[in-house]
């Protein structure tokens, strides 16, 4: 069975940078979809940023500029650097990797990390 795994979150001064890193494990196959998304205290799970299989990205305007994602279709993992961390950015990042060749329909997510952005 899948698997996903987050890490790379903790707590940055505001304009700092973080990287995370995800990777979903137990399937041969490669995901047609794997992307970031956050939930911040108090608000509704949001898209962060996503990349399809052939590379193509995706970014919410809050993040367009400071966000890059990136992915490996080899190791099922994708990146997400974030740079000019804002307060705003706070929030538990979760990874999603959805849609293979056979389970079309499939979704997986991971277990969460946070990023805490505070002086």
């Known amino acids: 069975q899948v698997h996903v795994v987050e890490s790379g979150g903790g707590l940055v001064q505001p304009g700092g940078s973080l990287r995370l890193s995800c990777a979903a494990s137990g399937s041969i196959f490669s995901f047609n979809l794997m992307g970031w998304y956050r939930q911040a205290a108090g608000k509704q799970r949001e898209m962060v940023a996503r990349?399809?299989?052939?590379?193509?990205?995706t970014y919410a305007d809050s993040v367009k500029g400071r966000f890059t994602i990136s992915k490996d279709n080899a190791k099922n993992a994708v990146y997400l650097q974030m740079n000019s961390l804002k307060l705003e950015d706070t929030a538990v990042y979760y990874c999603?990797?959805?849609?293979?060749?056979?389970?079309?329909?499939?979704?997986?997510w991971g277990q969460g990390t946070q990023v805490t952005v505070s002086s």
């Open positions: 990349i399809t299989r052939g590379g193509f990205p």
């Open positions: 999603n990797a959805a849609g293979t060749l056979i389970q079309p329909n499939s979704e997986y």
